[in-house]
Structure formats: C-alpha cells, structure tokens
C-alpha cells in the first residue's frame, strides 16, 4: 500500500487534508512556502535585536533603554539645542530690543516675524486659530478691534500676564455685571435693542429708546458714554460689527444676563523673553497692531 492510500484525498482539488473537519468542512494541507517562513523567523530574530538595541518595552516609570540608549526625544533636543546656538546672539537681541524700534532693524524684525509665527503656531493657534482669526470667545487677532489695546506695549503686557487668570497676580482683569437677577426680562429686552441701536443693526425703537437711560446708568461706566468701549478695563467696543460672542439678538441678550468671563493664561513663565517679544512683533503685523 502507497502513502497516497493512508491520506485523505480532496476530490475537487487532489490535495490531501490534515483530517481535521468542522461542519462537514475538511482542512487541506497546505503549508507555508518555505521562503515565507524564513522570513517569518527573521523578523523574529530581527524584533528581538530590536528590542535589546533600542527602547522597547514599557516599564512603571518608562521604557527599557535599549544597550545603544538610543532616544528620539534626546536626538530632538539635541536639534532644538544647535538652533538655539546657532540663534543666541540674535536672540539675545531681541530679548532686549524696544519693540516700538524694531523696524529700525530689518534684520531683527524679520527674525522676530518668523520666531513669532513659530510660537503662535505652538502656543496660540489652538484658540486663536492657525490664522489668529480667532472663533466665538477668542479674539480676532487680524483687526483693529482691540479688548486690551494692539500697542506693543499692550499686546505684549497682555501675552506676559494673560487675562482673568489665578496664575499672574498682574493678570488683567475685569468682570462684567451679570443683570439677569437686576433687570426685569422687559429691561434686558430694552438694552439689548438699545446696543442693537448703537451697533447699526435692525432694533425696535420703542423698546431701544426705553434703554438708552439703562445703558447710561448701567453700562457706560465701562463701555463708555457712547458704547465705543474702554482698553482699561478691557471693555468692547458695541458701536462696530466686531463681536467676540456673537452681536444677534439672543447673543447680546445672554450676554446681558449672564456677562462673559474669558480667561487667557499667562505666558511669562513659560516664554523665554525673545520669545515674548517674537510672538508680540508677530501678532502686531498681523494687520491690526496699533
């Protein structure tokens, strides 16, 4: 009797099978090529090298080193640490420059351009927007409409302490009234007609006449006689069609009710000076630097 007479035969393909059935389903024998399997082994051998050459394998309070100590974030700071050398002197230049002179230096100036877009890019963009166009609750940085002031001075002030923060003790700081719990819902319809007034948007003058005495013995003590705000006190201008929380009707309204409290952090600690004074230039230029 032949070998090919103990093994089970598929009829339809002529392989044999490995006897194993499930559901009346035979498994035929065909294994591996022999090249795919060496290069199985090899990638085998080749992990383990891997593993025992480079960091690899998680511990409680990091990975293994590897016999080479070969590490990706030292090979990145290495890089960050040649461009940092490579950039002191200027550096150092702009960490003391008078920004109101920096376009006395053109040098300077573009240096302090492209250091600033890099960190607006890292630190800003993701609530000002990659463009500093800003969203609703963070400041539009390309216009002239400022909270605080677009000075040097001011911008740079501002990215130093932040806003309404608990970090910096000279944090800028203001907190707008909320009158829901002051004004009847008829006074609250009243102001908010009456700002709708002063912005150039539809209103009902009925009810925007009526508001006019609120707005002056309630809101112009910050926002100004005329509504055209107050950089002291970090007071929007209402007379524009530039609004931070929107300027509809049921905006404006919930802002009377409720006020606003934007928080930014501050960057004193965590910018080197240059760095302050590159994302300061940067955002100045940006269009709407006073």
């Given at each position: ?54 960091p690899a394998w998680p511990m409680i309070s990091g990975a293994t080193a590897g016999v080479l100590g070969y590490s990706t974030r030292g090979e990145v700071a290495e890089e960050i640490q040649r461009f940092e050398d490579a950039n002191a002197e200027i ?172 928080v930014m952090p501050p960057w004193g600690e965590r910018l080197s000076e240059a760095e302050i004074k590159a994302v300061t230039a940067y955002v100045h230029q940006l269009g709407g630097g006073e």
């Amino acid at each position: 009797m032949s070998s090919n007479d103990k093994k089970d035969i598929d009829e339809v393909t002529g392989t044999d099978t490995t006897g194993h059935t499930w559901d009346g389903i035979k498994e035929l024998n065909n294994p591996l090529p022999r090249w795919w399997l060496w290069t199985f082994y090899l990638t085998i051998i080749w992990g383990i090298g891997y593993t025992i050459a480079y960091p690899a394998w998680p511990m409680i309070s990091g990975a293994t080193a590897g016999v080479l100590g070969y590490s990706t974030r030292g090979e990145v700071a290495e890089e960050i640490q040649r461009f940092e050398d490579a950039n002191a002197e200027i550096s150092a230049q702009l960490a003391s420059v008078d920004l109101n002179t920096l376009s006395e230096n053109p040098d300077l100036l573009r240096f302090a351009n492209s250091a600033g877009a890099a960190v607006f890019r890292n630190s800003c963009s993701q609530c000002h927007g990659s463009g500093a166009a800003g969203a609703v609750g963070y400041p539009n940085l390309l216009d002239d409409d400022w909270l605080w002031g677009g000075d040097f001075d001011a911008i740079e002030y501002t990215i130093r302490h932040g806003i309404r923060n608990e970090e910096d003790w000279d944090a800028r700081y203001s907190e707008m009234t909320a009158f829901d719990d002051i004004y009847s819902n008829e006074e609250v319809d009243q102001v908010v007609q009456y700002v709708r007034l002063i912005s150039g948007q539809g209103y009902d003058p009925a009810l925007a006449e009526a508001g006019t005495e609120l707005f002056a013995n309630s809101c112009a003590a910050c926002h100004g006689d005329n509504g055209a705000g107050n950089y002291d006190l970090g007071a929007p201008n209402l007379t524009d069609a530039i609004w931070l929380y929107g300027g509809d009707t049921e905006s404006i309204e919930e802002t009377v009710r409720y006020a606003r409290f934007g928080v930014m952090p501050p960057w004193g600690e965590r910018l080197s000076e240059a760095e302050i004074k590159a994302v300061t230039a940067y955002v100045h230029q940006l269009g709407g630097g006073e």
